[in-house]
């Protein structure tokens, strides 16, 4: 099932057709209504970390909403066509009854989400009732309010993998969710037993919905994440780390030197460089033989270089521009110092920010360091290049590994943590 999720919540129309009925034991009780549900608009922006998160929920094909009443013990099934939402079932009653309708349906299982943002709809609770009793003769209006909460996920670290369960206050494990019948509310489905909501491999950016209005406490694996001291606000985004983002470390010198991560998963750079430029086989050394000591490393090539790194394509001009889905970057000048700023764009790091310092040479302003890989006995050296472009101002030339640099020559070193 595909959704749509935007910055901030639509309204959406279900028609329920109507239909001719054969039932002759009935006379009284006709097949068919009209239903309008319209998803409440709401301010959808919260944070637990940071202010980032907004949505914007849409039905799509298929979509199924479940409908009741305080007049029949099951529920109506209508399925969305991509115009209206259908069903060949749906009964008016014979006197007035109160209404309820829920979506995706009565009952959620939170086990084991894809954390895809497209999937987060899938299990997106909404809950809605007619304003008075009814028979829907005259056609049925709901309106839908969110009923769950969004996580966003960052798994920080590489080669972390994530478990990532919910307890409730009572110490239960959350699973799903059940519809209170004829109300406008889901209750917590729990279970005694560890319930995985989230499982991968590695560091990344996952969505997953929990449960609002209940006080929740977020586990990856056996490590607490977080615990909410109330709960989520129905149909917000909260964003929430496995770790720290930016932090310090010393070196053998003495020195406490801060580090920041751009993306998830990605290594931790220094805030400043080596002070010597070094050749290629003095940046490799490590543990206590690297410049900085055993808590400092020269990245590799594939660390820092790639789509979702830092990385750049050319325009019509030849000027290197950012690549979506990687950090966002610019130069700066103040008087005749020259930087490149590097800005994370994933959630969890559009405050983080890198610079590089400007090195000239042959005319150009040079933004590089030596990477710790090589090839064909030369080695890799980040490479990005400013120049004065015809348009004019400082455009950047060039973006990318060099593959072709003599290992004996000196280079500036931006190490990274070593672990």
């Known amino acids: 099932m595909k959704k749509i999720l935007y910055s901030v919540f639509m309204l959406a129309t279900m028609v329920l057709a109507a239909c001719s009925s054969d039932d002759i034991t009935e006379p009284a009780v006709k097949r068919g209504m009209v239903l309008k549900a319209n998803v409440e608009d709401t301010d959808t922006r919260a944070t637990i970390t940071d202010n980032e998160g907004r949505w914007k929920f849409a039905f799509a094909m298929g979509d199924k909403v479940n409908v009741g009443n305080d007049k029949v013990s099951d529920y109506y099934t209508f399925t969305n066509n991509g115009t209206v939402f259908t069903s060949t079932d749906a009964k008016q009653t014979a006197e007035a009854a109160n ?5 995706p349906s009565e009952t959620i299982n939170l086990e084991n989400q894809s954390g895809d943002f497209a999937d987060v709809a899938k299990n997106y609770a909404l809950a809605g009732a007619t304003a008075t009793a009814t028979t829907g003769s005259d056609g049925l209006t709901v309106t839908m309010k969110a009923k769950a909460a969004v996580l966003c996920i960052v798994g920080v670290n590489k080669g972390e993998s994530l478990d990532i369960n919910v307890k409730d206050s009572n110490n239960g494990w959350v699973s799903g969710l059940v519809a209170d019948k004829n109300t406008v509310g889901f209750s917590v489905k729990k279970s005694d037993k560890k319930v995985t909501l989230l499982s991968k491999p590695d560091a990344g950016v996952y969505y997953v919905v929990v449960p609002a209005g209940v006080k929740l406490s977020v586990y990856n694996g ?108 610019k130069i700066i000048k103040e008087g005749e110092n020259i930087t490149l700023v590097f800005t994370g764009v994933q ?51 060039l973006f990318w590994i060099s593959t072709f640099d003599n290992k004996n020559t000196k280079y500036l070193v931006r190490p990274v943590l070593a672990k």
């Open 99 to 103: 209404w309820c309708a829920y979506f």
């Open 222 to 329: 056996e490590n607490l994440i977080k615990t909410t001291t109330k709960g989520l606000t129905a149909g917000k985004y909260y964003t929430l780390k496995t770790g720290e983002t930016t932090g310090s470390a010393t070196n053998k010198l003495g020195e406490t030197i801060s580090w920041v991560q751009l993306w998830a998963g990605g290594p931790k750079f220094a805030t400043k460089n080596v002070a010597q430029e070094m050749t290629w086989y003095d940046a490799i050394k490590t543990d206590d033989d690297f410049a900085w000591g055993k808590n400092w490393r020269t990245p590799t090539a594939d660390e820092v270089y790639g789509e979702g790194k830092l990385y750049a394509l050319p325009d019509e001009n030849n000027h290197w521009k950012p690549v979506a889905g990687s950090p966002s970057f």
């Open 347 to 397: 959630p969890g790091y559009t405050k983080n920010t890198l610079t590089l310092f400007n090195k000239e040479k042959s005319g150009d302003n040079n933004f590089d360091f030596w990477t710790s890989s090589e090839i064909n006995g030369y080695g890799k050296r980040f490479n990005i290049t400013a120049r004065n472009s015809e348009t004019g101002g400082l455009n950047i030339g």
